[in-house]
Every structure is written in structure tokens, then in C-alpha cells.
């Protein structure tokens, strides 16, 4: 807690105009890079073919209990598709019931047997968040495949009618810009309140060819680890974002982003940004 502490107050004094970002103390967890959609902005780069690279269930769990000492509040689990891998359930029971736990899913998946095993693991703590990029299959196939809108929303239906909180992630892209409004019609109808419906830009990472370029000076880090090391942000896990390669223990790695986050103040430079 102590280290977390610190970093807040360099981030909250380091600028001396304007008011800096609140640090956000998430933890991000790349379970796994697969997925069985191949979106073409995709940031990790997932497709049914690439390799897995899975986190695994121990690992996950010595992060949680290692985040939970540290004083993160909140941990994201995220990919590729977490729910390709059989453990997930475990990863999410394990987490949910330390700390409130996130999912990031495109909610295709979530049927039969999945649908069971996560069903064992509701509770007040886990939240299911599910990518949708509009109120229109047109505003969100265009970049994600088509006929996927139609199961992502049926995902959605599925999850709600079993007491799941869905949150809603959209990105917004040239396809659905001029129609946001219509995302927040169709969730408002789903009975999704604007608390739990955020939208982010794009961004010039993975697959994507367009939207904002974002490196360590742009962002406020986020603590993210995948397999193979610790990374600045969830945007992305391209070598330029990675802070060290070690994964353990989680408390060095927070060192490291410190350190880091006080180079960059030192330098001066634009107020970095949130964005998830
Ligand atoms: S954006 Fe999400 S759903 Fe699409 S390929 Fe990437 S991980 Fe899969």
C-alpha cells in the first residue's frame, strides 16, 4: 500500500498546472492471446490461431494475492478471449473473492457448459465486460465480423437473465462515430445503466492502422502482466510498452512503473491520459 501511496502523490504533484489524472489502481491480467474472433483493430493481435501464451492459474493467483497486499483494488482479466481457456473459472473464483473482479469477453462463448461453470462462480464482486460497438449490427461487424453483433447481443441477454452485471466497453471507430447515441439507446433498453457503458478511441495498436497513436508518455500507467513480462498499460503489449520482464515479484514491478512514471515527470510533457 505504501508503494501505491507514493505513486499517487508523485502523480498528483508532479504537474504544476492544470489537474493530473487520478491514478488508477487496476491490475491487468493477459490471460491468454487466442480468441475466436479476429478482429481487425485488434490490439493483441488475437486470432483463433495465435499462439495462447496463457498466464496459467497459478501465476494468476499468486498475482492476486500478491495485488491484494499491495492494495490494488481491482483486477482485470483479459486477452484474446478469456473464456477459451478452461481455467478461467478458477482464475475468476479465486480472484472474486478477494477483490472486485473484471472480464473482459465478447460474450460469444458464454453458453452450455461455460454458461454452468461460470454460473458457479457469480457473485457481487465479478463483473462481465463485454465489447459491443453499437446499437446496430452494422456499427460493430464492420470491424469485428459479420454476425457477430447478433451473438454478442444474445451473449448479453444470456448473462443478464442469469444475474451477471455486464459493463460495456465500445470503441468508438470511423464506422460508428457519428452514432453513439445509438449504443446508449440499446444499452439504456437493455436495462444497462450510462455508469456501466463507457467508450474509448481507437487506437493505433496491433491490427488497427488508424486512431490515436499511445505509448508510456501518453498513458497513465496501468499495471498489466502477461507471460512474458510487465507492461505500462493494457492497450498494449509490444515491447516498447513493456516495463520489466519479470513477473514476480508484483511489488518490483510497481517499483519499476514508478520509477518510470518519475523519468517521464521529470521530462515535463502533456498531462497523460486514462483511456480505458
Ligand atoms: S478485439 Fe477482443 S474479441 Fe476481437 S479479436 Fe481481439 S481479443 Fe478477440
Known sequence: ???????????????????????????????????????????AESTPTTHRRALGLSSAQRLVDEAVELGFNEIFFTGGEPFILHDIYDMLAYSSTRVKTHVLTN???????????????????????????????????????????????????TLQAHGFRVRLSTTETPANSAHLDKICEFHQALGIPEEDHFTRPLAKRGFSQEGLEVSKTSLVPEVTVSLDGIYW??????????????????????????????????KGGDTPSTFT
Open 1 to 43: 500500500m505504501v508503494l501505491i501511496q507514493r505513486l499517487v502523490i508523485q502523480k498528483t504533484t508532479s504537474k504544476t498546472e492544470g489537474s493530473p489524472p487520478a491514478f488508477q489502481w487496476k491490475l491487468w491480467l493477459y490471460t491468454n492471446y487466442d480468441c475466436n474472433l479476429r478482429c481487425s483493430y485488434c490490439l
Open 107 to 157: 460474450a460469444m462463448l458464454l453458453r452450455r457448459k461455460r454458461l454452468e461453470k461460470l454460473l458457479s462462480v457469480v457473485n457481487n464482486n465479478l463483473v462481465l465486460q463485454v465489447s459491443l460497438d453499437g446499437g446496430v449490427p452494422e456499427h460493430h461487424d464492420s470491424y469485428r465480423g459479420q454476425g457477430t453483433w447478433a451473438k454478442t447481443v444474445e451473449g448479453i441477454k
Open 233 to 266: 498499460h493494457p492497450l498494449s503489449t509490444d515491447p516498447d510498452m513493456r516495463v520489466r520482464k519479470e513477473i514476480f515479484p508484483l511489488k518490483a514491478a510497481v517499483e519499476c512503473v514508478q520509477e518510470q512514471l518519475e523519468a517521464i515527470a521529470n
